[in-house]
Each structure stands twice: as C-alpha cells, then as structure tokens.
C-alpha cells in the first residue's frame, strides 16, 4: 500500500519534503504528494537506516556465565567464553540474539553484520544466527561472518570448520590473524581466509590488528591480498586498534594502501576504549583506529557495538548512535562540521561496508527510514533522540515514544536546543 511521509525534514537539503513510498521503495520526493496512507513527521529528521557493522550476537547477554571478566581483557574474555561455548545450543543463542536483534531495530537499525565463532565445533552459534537471519528478514538485513575466534590454525579442524560453515551459508569468511600463534601462522590464515571468500564468492570480514601492540602489522597484509586479488569494496578490516599505536611514518603508508586496496575499516568504540589500554599504567592509550585520519585519507569508516553484555563488555543497549557517540569524542571529530558530518559512519559508510545499493534517501532507494525525534543531525548525535519510526522496505516496524519530564513546578523539560 502506498503511504507519503509528509514535511520530513531532510540531511544537506533546506525545507521540509514529502517521500511517496510505493513496493517498498521511496518513488518520490517533493511537495504535497498524495496516497491513501500518510503519517506527518511535523518536521523531523529522516534518515536513511542505520547499521551495525561488527556485533557478536552469539555472545550477547551472556555476562557473568560461567563467571565475570576481572582483568576486562580481552584474552580473559575469550577464556569465559571458551568455557561457555562448549554448552552452546542453536535455540538458546536465538532466543538472546533475537533479543539484541530487538533492540537494534527499535533503535533505527537495518543493516547488521554479526560474527558467529565457528571454532565452537557443534557450530551451534552459527546454525542460530543463520535462521535468525532468515526469521527476521522482514525486520533487519543481517549477514552472518563465520568467526573463527580461536584462530584458522591454533587447532586441527579449524579450517574445516571455516569451510563447513561457508558451504552452510555464511556471507563472509572470517579471520584472526593476531590470535594465531606466529607471525607466519597469522599471515598465511589470512591467505587461507581469501581463499575460501573466493572459492565461495564471499567477502572477507576480519579481527585485525586487536591489541595494543605495535609490533602486530597484519592489516597490511589484508590490504595486500584485497588488491593482489582484486576484491576492492568487499574487505573489512574490524577493530585494528594496533594502529592507534603506530609510528606516523608507517600509519600514513597504511592508511594509503588501504584506500588504494579499498578496505572497509570498522571500528568498535565502546569495546575498544572498554578493552585497549589495559597493558599500560599512565599515560593509557584510547587504542582506536585512527579514525579521523582514515576519513581524511579516503578510507571508509563504520561504527560496531561488537558485545553486547558478554565476557568482554558488561554494558550495551544496542544502539549505534551510543557507539557514534563515542566515537566522535574518542576520535576528535568534535568540530561543528565533523559532529554533523559523523551521521555518515552509521549510515552511507556501513551501508557502503555491508554492500548494499540502492540505499539512501533518493527516488528508488529501498525505503529502509528512520525517523528521529530531532530537527539537526548535531542533535542525533548529542542527544541519541527517540526514533520514532523505522522502516524497512517500506514497512513499519518500530514506533518510539519520546521520554517526557516535568520539573515539580509541572514545566516540562526537554533536551532540544535551538540550533542554526
Ligand atoms: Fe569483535
């Protein structure tokens, strides 16, 4: 059924516009467009929907089992759950991941791209995301990469289970080169990773580089392979935090190859900040890639909430403009113009990651929409507002309303500023 979005308020366009939105896609743009549905966004801002590109939904809500992260490392993290992993079962891992899912879409997400750790030999986390992904097609685009969280060659079998998991339908190969025992070892599953993104027609999606240590340099080789093998656009580079901790010299050598390689890079602020730093006593690394510089550089940038109440990270709610937030502050992109131009990160930049055209708010866009309970972008990011509508293909579905307070005097207060 046709509906119109009337007086929607909209990124770099003076006025307000109506969307006519038929078969799931937006088919107009103007003023005074009629259908026989309209709902009036009285001004709001609408924004093309947004996307998590780095999130663990087969850990999510699964704090303190079998016990709580003490160090907040990540190695300890991946022992909790190298102990929990073993009691896996598909419907459990649904029933926590569909609740994450939950929260994600209520909160303006469309597009998510989870890992599912396939060293878990049952494979039990992937079985469950994979039907989740297809259950809730009609809510949220997910695509599963098949993470192999102890390593491609800690263990025998690791391989084999990394393929298992691409013949059962995971959309991208994953890796973890720093975690592997060597160097050598590192590299050459990176090349093993490739292989099978090629033999399945898939693309890569990889912990890189996650650790302080500046001596870990494998995201080069990711570049490497991604323009030896001519896969551009369809690589992505998760947390890299090592680059934080890089000397100038070799940071802007990187940072050209991967433009030129056309990397995806994707940052998780929360759990990065969360994590990085725990070696150091004072002063303590931010240990996030560098993403400023990267923007400046032309690299493609995107925003994960990676864990969401697990055995690395006991906060979370899901919501990607929190890990926006803190980005822009742990990144310095806290100019006006940064702040404003930031929206980019969870919208045209992870949509750009997970490889989906026809996005955006344009005649013939899939109509995946949100609408926020704000008037400027520098409010999405100040004040993460109530989305108060999502749509995905054209459909309603999630309504938000917004929180109301009142002083004792009964005046109400609200958060929204007036701003140029
Ligand atoms: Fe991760």
Same mark, same amino acid.
């Given at each position: ?8 308020? +909209? ?48 850990? @999510? ?26 009691? %896996? ?19 303006? $997400?469309? =597009?998510?791209? *989870? ?14 995301? +994979? ?8 809510? $949220? ?7 192999? &969280?102890?390593?491609? +060659? ?37 090349? +093993?990773?490739?292989?099978?993104? &090629? ?26 392979? *991604?323009?030896?093998?001519? =896969? ?9 935090? @090592? ?11 990187? =940072?050209?190859? !991967? ?6 890079? $994707? ?8 994590? &990085? ?16 510089? %990267? ?25 990607? !403009?929190?890990?926006?937030? !803190?980005?822009?502050? @742990? ?37 995946? !929409? ?25 459909? $309603? ?9 009142? %002083? ?10 007036? %701003?140029?």
């Amino acid at each position: 059924m046709d509906l119109v979005l009337r007086n929607c308020r +909209l990124l770099e366009r003076e006025g307000l516009y109506d969307l006519l939105i038929t078969k799931g896609r937006i088919s107009k743009i103007g003023k005074d467009l009629k259908a026989d549905n309209s709902y009036d966004a009285l001004g709001r801002l609408l924004i093309p929907g947004m996307g998590d590109m780095h999130v663990h939904l087969d850990s @999510a809500m699964t704090l303190g089992r079998p016990r709580f992260n003490q160090s907040g490392t990540l190695l300890e993290g991946i022992e909790i759950w190298g102990e929990y992993k073993k009691s %896996l079962s598909k419907d459990e891992v649904k029933a926590r991941a569909r609740r994450a899912v939950e929260w994600m879409v209520v909160q303006g $997400v469309t =597009m998510i791209r *989870t890992h599912a750790d396939v060293t878990e030999s049952r494979l039990e986390g992937l079985r469950g995301l +994979l039907e989740l992904r297809e259950e809730m097609r009609d809510l $949220v685009n997910i695509q599963v990469t098949a993470f192999p &969280q102890d390593g491609i +060659l800690t263990d025998n079998g690791n391989l084999e289970l990394l393929e298992k998991a691409m013949e059962m339908g995971a959309d991208n190969v994953g890796m973890i080169p720093h975690n592997e025992m060597t160097r050598e070892d590192g590299v050459k599953s990176i090349s +093993l990773a490739f292989d099978l993104a &090629q033999k399945y027609g898939r693309g890569v999606d990889g912990h890189v580089d996650e650790t302080d240590d500046e001596g870990s340099r494998f995201l080069e080789v990711v570049a490497s392979e *991604t323009y030896k093998r001519g =896969m551009a656009g369809r690589v992505a580079a998760g947390h890299v935090t @090592a680059m934080h901790s890089y000397n100038g010299a070799y940071a802007d050598r990187l =940072m050209r190859l !991967l433009k030129r390689a056309g990397v995806n890079v $994707v940052v998780n602020p929360a759990v990065n900040l969360h994590l &990085q730093g725990r070696y150091d006593t004072y002063p303590k690394r931010r240990g996030l890639a560098r993403i400023k510089e %990267l923007l400046a550089g032309g690299v493609n940038v995107s925003l994960g909430n990676d864990c969401l109440m697990d055995p690395w990270y006991p906060l979370g709610r899901g919501d990607i !403009l929190q890990s926006l937030y !803190l980005a822009v502050h @742990a990144a310095h992109l806290t100019s006006y113009g940064e702040v404003v131009r930031s929206l980019d990160l969870v919208t045209y930049n992870a949509a750009k990651t997970f490889g989906l055209r026809e996005y955006g708010i344009m005649e013939g866009a899939v109509a995946d !929409l949100v609408l926020l309970d704000a008037t400027h972008p520098l409010e999405v990011v100040r004040d993460q507002p109530t989305r108060l509508l999502v749509m995905k293909g054209g459909k $309603v579905v999630s309504v938000g309303e917004p929180e109301k307070y009142r %002083l004792s005097s009964g005046k109400e207060v609200n958060f929204s500023p007036s %701003l140029p």
